[in-house]
């Protein structure tokens, strides 16, 4: 079965660090772009950023609410996407998903999710 | 970034109305315009790609068009499952983005 699995959230403080974590199963994750997309409560979706594959020198895009406090990775051996978020704000709450970005020009795989809330 | 603005943002029907639920680029992205069908409490779900192009499994009532800045997303005679928010999505260029949603509730 193809899947993503998402976990690392939870409650912090503004100005915290989390590490979001996806793993992939059912599909060669190598071969796929991957990207992380947020939906703070009763709000849209907004993306958050992009990993790209070996032969485009694993290059990342952040989104520019983002960029400079979040970074992503990815470990292909472990068919695993990472968030790493930093001085994270309260802005920054919401369920954050992992979803497959290329194949489609869409995102035809998510995960479940999982709750990033950032409060004191 | 290109802007999508969704119409409207919530309506309420009925079981087999027909529903329209339009999507408005503020520049052109061709026929890169993607739908989603999102439930409470779960990740979304792909309907649509390239503006019409009907997901594996999405079921016949559901259709789209459209290209340029202007498109639709029609569910022929809506059903009680399709109760849910309603997504475009622009993946014509970066940062991809995201219409405001469309909320379909029931009459």
């Known amino acids: 079965e193809v899947q993503l699995v998402e976990s690392g959230g939870g409650l912090v403080q503004p100005g915290g660090s989390l590490r979001l974590s996806c793993v992939a199963s059912?599909?060669?994750?190598?071969?796929?772009?991957m990207d992380w997309v947020r939906q703070a409560p009763g709000k849209g979706l907004e993306w958050v950023g992009r990993?790209?594959?070996?032969?485009?020198?694993?290059?990342?895009e952040h989104a520019a609410s983002v960029k400079g406090r979040f970074a992503i990775s990815r470990d292909d051996s472990k068919k695993s996407m990472y968030l790493q978020m930093n001085s994270l704000k309260t802005e920054d709450t919401a369920m954050y998903y992992c979803v497959r970005s290329s194949g489609l020009p869409a995102y035809d795989i998510w995960g479940q999710g999982t709750m990033v809330t950032v409060s004191s | 970034a290109i802007q999508l603005t969704q119409s409207p943002s919530s309506l309420s029907a009925s079981v087999r109305d027909r529903v329209i639920i339009t999507c408005r680029a503020s520049q052109s992205i061709n026929s890169a315009l993607v739908w989603y069908q999102q439930k409470p409490g779960k990740a979304p779900n792909l309907l649509i790609y390239d503006a019409s192009t009907l997901h594996s499994g999405v079921p016949s009532r559901f259709s789209g068009s459209g290209s340029g800045t202007d498109f639709t997303l029609t569910i022929s005679s809506l059903q009680p499952e399709d109760f849910a928010s309603y997504y475009c999505?622009?993946?014509?260029?970066?940062?991809?983005?995201f219409g405001g949603g469309t909320k379909v509730e029931i009459k």
């Open positions: 990993s790209r594959i070996k032969v485009d020198s694993y290059s990342t």
């Open positions: 999505q622009q993946f014509y260029d970066y940062p991809v983005t």
């Open positions: 059912g599909f060669r994750f190598s071969d796929h772009y």
